[in-house]
């Protein structure tokens, strides 16, 4: 205790004498200003001016910093978990490595075209078919066959499309297939082969009455012959006011799925001497954009007055991306495994315009965005591995390959009552 009293005796002492000559210190400086302001009043002003400066800075500083801080303290909580599904935008995400897949031998089902099956025409590396789709913020059900197909029993689903819309038909029956003990209960129900020009293909589950059909319709809206008195160089015309002729026999179902694009070029129209029509007047200045909007305005009209929303749910299929390259990109190289980036092809003039039109329909369609996820995919085209391997093809997929992701994300969407909110 004595030593702890001396030691704070000897404190003191010290604090007393440090006390003694900062204050001795200051005078002298206090002395040495006030000097300074007798002998130069402007030097006295100018050490004013910079001490309210000083002041005023600091005071500024207190204001521009801490108002910066505080929303971020009002604002951290804890927030909802990233998993809620209900909240997951399924078409952002990436493609991981899972050796679960294939979901399907595209050899031993009847109903895979021969040009889409790529291990058939002699491809070796079966890497690309190991891909899986990870949504950024949830995960896409896995594939439960017997479930689906028990969901899915009465009903009717109808494809409206390009070739890329049959690559997805023939994907879903192969899918569901799997499911089906007697593949004999499967079949065409006009025995008609698969063809790249047929109008109408209908597949029938009969042990489970269920009806997938595929309508073959490349631009949604009437292809027609040139009008009288047409310019020599116009061979044939679109329609853009009138929905294919055969629509009709898309109303009685419970899903229909669309998609076009693939057949809006120049190649394909003005330079086949195909132009556009509406009413009885051409459009020979229209431009394939603006044409591609017109058509698709007149399939929403459709889709509003013909469509029965109590019953029938329908999708959009938004461009699937292609892989070609060089400088006219008339030139396929299908590499090995997925690119790592984009390369600008997640976007497209064609998808804008479909997403556009749906926002401003009011029947219910929810747009399948299936255009950055392909974006990835140069490994899973066709390529030279077709049944006519001297052209080719960066545009359609392998089977099984990236469509059957397109089928297992619109099943959830199909027979999620819920399901997914898809933006």
């Known amino acids: 205790m004595v030593g702890s009293f001396e030691f704070e005796q000897c404190s003191l002492s010290k604090l007393r004498q440090f006390h003694e000559r900062v204050l001795s210190f200051s005078d002298k400086i206090v ?13 006295a002003l100018v050490l004013v001016g910079l001490f309210l400066s000083f002041l005023l800075a600091m005071v500024c500083t207190y204001f ?12 951290y909580r804890v927030h909802e978990s990233s998993d809620s599904v209900g909240k997951c935008n399924v078409f952002e995400g990436k493609w991981i490595p899972n050796e679960s897949y294939p979901l399907y031998n595209a050899s031993q089902c009847p109903f895979a075209e021969r040009g889409f099956d790529c291990v058939a025409n002699g491809r070796r590396d079966k890497g690309y078919q190991k891909w899986r789709w990870k949504p950024k913020n949830c995960e896409i059900p896995r594939f439960n066959v017997q479930e689906i197909l028990g969901k899915l029993r009465g009903k009717r689903i ?9 690559t997805q038909w023939e994907s879903m029956i192969c899918l569901l297939m799997k499911g089906v003990e007697d593949k004999r209960d499967v079949f065409e129900i006009n025995g008609n082969k698969i063809t790249k020009r047929i109008r109408f293909l209908g597949v029938w589950f009969s042990s489970f009455n269920l009806h997938i059909d595929f309508y073959r319709s490349v631009f949604l809206v009437q292809p027609g012959s040139a009008p009288r008195r047409a310019p020599k160089r116009v061979k044939s015309t679109v329609r853009l006011d009138k929905l294919d002729d055969i629509s009709k026999e898309w109303i009685d179902s419970d899903f229909l799925i669309f998609n076009s694009g693939h057949w809006w070029t120049p190649t394909k129209l003005f330079d086949m001497g195909c132009y556009f ?20 305005n007149t399939w929403a009209s459709w889709v509003e007055t013909s469509v029965n929303r109590n019953r029938t749910r329908v999708f959009f299929r938004t461009f699937e991306s292609s892989h070609w390259i060089g400088r006219n990109r008339k030139s396929c190289k ?11 092809r997640d976007h497209s003039q064609i998808s804008d315009i479909i997403m556009n039109v749906v ?7 929810t747009v399948l965005h299936v255009t950055p996820m392909g974006a990835f995919r140069s490994d899973a085209h066709v390529g030279t591995w077709s049944d006519n391997p001297a052209v080719p093809d960066c545009s359609h997929w392998c089977l099984p390959g990236v469509p059957d992701t397109w089928n297992e994300i619109l099943l959830s969407l199909m027979l999620s009552k819920d399901g997914l909110t898809v933006r």
């Open 277 to 296: 029509q509406a009413g009885g007047s051409l459009k020979l200045g229209m431009g394939i954009t603006s044409g591609f909007r017109t058509a698709l």
């Open 334 to 344: 299908v590499t090995r495994r997925p690119w790592l980036k984009t390369k600008g």
């Open 359 to 365: 926002k401003k329909m009011t029947t219910p369609v």
């Open 64 to 75: 521009y910093v801490f108002p910066r801080y505080q929303p971020a303290v009002r604002t």
């Open 31 to 43: 002395m040495g200003h006030f000097k300074l302001w007798v002998s130069g009043s402007i030097s």
């Open 158 to 166: 109808v494809f409206v499309g390009d070739s890329l819309s049959r």
